[in-house]
Structures are given as C-alpha cells and as structure tokens.
C-alpha cells in the first residue's frame, strides 16, 4: 500500500480512511490497523476530491493582474494578439509551471488547459515538460489546429497528461474551417474545446443541426444560453464549462450555469484567466451559489454546488470515469480541507466548503497518489519563488 489517508471526514459526510495504491482509490472506509509505506494523519481534516478546472489558459500566469479593466476586445488584442506571441519555449515553460503551480496551491488537482502557447513543436514540448514536473493532472487542449501533426501526438498521450483540441470557433474564423477542426479531433479521439456564446449569433444551433455537438465536444462560457440551445446541449451530451468571475467582469453577462441546469445539464467550472480572476475556484463556487439561488428564486443547498468543481467538471471535459469522486478505482486526485473541525457532520460540511473556505485551508493536496501539497505548502514547487525567477514574456 502507498498512501493512508487515515481518520479524515468525508466531504460528503462521515469518517473515513482512504487506502490509495498505485496512484488510485483502492479503498474507502473504516480500516483500523491498515498499514502504507506512507500515512497522513487527516484527523480534524475534510477529504474532499481535488477540484477540476476544466477551462484555464494556464500559461497566462505571469500576466496575473494586467487585464483589470480590459474588455475583450483589449484582451484580444494585447494577451492573445501581443504578449503570448511574444514567448520563447522557456517562456511557456516556465508559464505554465507557474501556472500549474498557482493551481495546485488552491486545491486544483486537474485542469484543462486552453494552451494558447503550442505555436511550435518546441512551446509544446516545453508545455508537456512543465507538467510532467508540475505533477498535475492536465488535458492540455493544443491551439495551433493548423499543424495537425504536432495536434496528432497529443492523441498518443496516456495518464496523468493527456490531450486535447481548443479551437478558435467560428466566432474567430470560418464555419468550413471550424467544422475540419471539429472533425480532425473526432477523428484523432481528442475532447474538442472551444469558447462560444448563446442567443443571437450563436453557432450552438447550427453545430446541432449539422451533427456536430456531442460528448466530444466541451463549450466554454455559453453567455446568453437560451432554453432550447441548453436542451440541445443536455440532450447531446455536450460538455460546457461556465467560468463566472471573468464573464463576468468582461462583461460577458450572466452566467449560463443556471439555464443549463434548468435544461437538465451539469455545467463545470473553470478559472479561465488570471489576468483579471484569482487563481482559485472557490470564488466560482460561491459566485455560481448566488446567481443559482438568485435564477430559482430557492434556497438551493450550498452543498449541491460543489459537484460544479468536482464530478461535473470532470464529466463536461471527459473524465467522469478517471476523476471527480473519492470512490475505489478512481484515480487518487484528493485535497484535504482545514478550519471546519469544529462543525457535525453531515451536508452541513460540504456546504460550509462552498460558502466560507478559499486557498488558504487547502492543507493537503494529492494527484494520482502523489503528495504535491503537504501542511499548507506545496512540496516542489513556490510559486512565489517562480513568479520572481521569471524573466519571462513582457507584460506590457
Ligand atoms: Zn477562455
């Protein structure tokens, strides 16, 4: 046995120890006596699963903070159009262990990096070797679709890293152009991505009529998401990903998690950029508590708004059956949660997560049954240290 994770609570309620093996969840229960080449004492502690953020352009990270005041057409032009060009491989990098790191430190055990930093073979292989040190469990979505070699490895990725497709839309280029796209990562098996708004002008309707949406593909933001394009989506399995805090301050409206919900579906939640949103998802989890409570007109539970960060991120970017819920055979992707030792159990825990806790309480962070974060610091990697070491990209 590796890892005992022992006389914790469950997030979901009740104690419990955790025996983890081979990078996953062997078992989940009560096992005095139970003995691992290493043991964390989680007493006072909340196991929860690691959160999933299932849209972040991660190599953003050393921009955190220029874009305040930016709409998306200055985002456009500066981030995507100015500064990201601008990185060397070292520079991307570098970036992304930042970002990883930054992740890592707030509980984020999976994300999905939206990587607009794969312009070359090299800034994509620097991108996977940040990972493989990083340690996170990361589907690294390549947007350089033009280069269909380079996307064709990102196919033959397996484990703890693996591949995906982020695409422009047809918001940024032409409809025969996204529909290849759309079709290159069906044909490769890799999760396709990609932004896009609801209502008027929106390419969700015509992606249904044309076959196109489904599980494989995961949209992002969905801003103005009437009742029928939800349905479309739900009933086709679509992956969305709603990311609060920078929609809304870009302007891009009220969040579409709500809509979603009403029409059956599970919308996940990402940080998207920390140019102009903190690192973390708890403040989505709390944004996305207040807009659905607000939408219902309900008390709807605290609790229930967590799965958002967990199982449904997990789901809306394929990895329902890897990842999400502390359940055997899963993979061994878990935080541990301090400051609420002093509360009974129940869903009373889960709904104080969503409500009060943030980065700081993150104690203990796992991924694939690897300690990453240990009594509140990270092991390997200071991002404090990596954010001054960086020479990095202009920021201006
Ligand atoms: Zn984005």
């Known amino acids: 046995m590796d890892l005992l994770i022992s006389g914790g609570r469950l997030v979901s309620g009740g104690r419990a120890d955790v025996l983890v093996d081979g990078g996953r969840i062997l078992a989940v229960g009560l096992f005095p006596g139970a003995r691992a080449d290493e043991v964390i004492d989680a007493a006072g ?129 032409d409809w025969a152009g996204t529909v290849r796209e759309i079709e290159l990562g069906r044909e490769l098996g890799l999760l396709v991505t990609m932004h896009a708004g609801g209502g008027p002008g929106s390419p969700l309707r015509r992606l249904y009529d044309e ?69 973390d998802l708890f403040e989505a989890l709390r944004d996305t508590l207040r807009s659905h409570r607000a939408a219902t007109g309900t008390m709807h539970p605290a609790a229930g708004i967590l799965a958002a960060a967990t199982s449904d991120s997990a789901a809306a970017i394929g990895l329902a059956d890897r990842i999400g819920t502390i359940s055997p055979g899963r993979r061994a992707d878990l935080i541990l949660l301090d400051g609420l030792a002093h509360l009974p159990d129940g869903p009373g825990l889960a709904s104080a997560v969503v409500t009060v806790l943030g980065p700081r309480d993150v104690h203990t962070v796992v991924v694939d049954g690897r300690i990453l974060k240990r009594d509140g610091e990270l092991v390997h990697l200071d991002p404090h240290r990596l954010r001054q070491a960086g020479s990095g990209p202009p920021t201006r």
Do not use: W
Request: glycine share 14%; aromatic share 4%; proline share 5%.
């Open 45 to 173: 502690l909340i196991v929860a699963p690691g959160l999933v953020d299932s849209h972040r352009h991660v190599g953003q990270a050393p921009l955190r903070g220029i874009g305040a005041d930016m709409t998306l057409t200055d985002y456009i032009t500066t981030v995507l159009g100015r500064l990201l060009p601008a990185y060397e491989p070292e520079d991307a990098h570098h970036a992304t262990l930042l970002g990883a790191a930054e992740a890592l430190d707030a509980g984020i055990t999976t994300v999905l990096d939206f990587c607009n930093v794969t312009r070359t073979p090299e800034h994509t292989d620097a991108v996977l070797a940040a990972y493989r040190t990083a340690g996170i469990r990361a589907v690294v979505g390549h947007n350089n679709p033009a280069d269909a070699a380079d996307v064709r490895r990102m196919a033959g990725l397996r484990g703890r890293i693996t591949g995906a497709l982020a695409i422009n839309g047809p918001g940024f280029g």
């Open 211 to 279: 076959g196109l949406l489904g599980p494989h593909l995961h949209m992002v933001h969905v801003n103005g998401l009437s009742g029928e394009e939800a349905k479309l989506l739900a009933e086709t399995g679509t992956g969305v990903t709603v990311t609060p805090i920078v929609e809304a301050t870009m302007g891009h409206g009220v969040s579409a998690y709500s809509t979603f919900a009403a029409a059956g579906g599970r919308a996940g939640l990402g940080v998207d950029v920390t140019v102009n949103a903190p690192a």
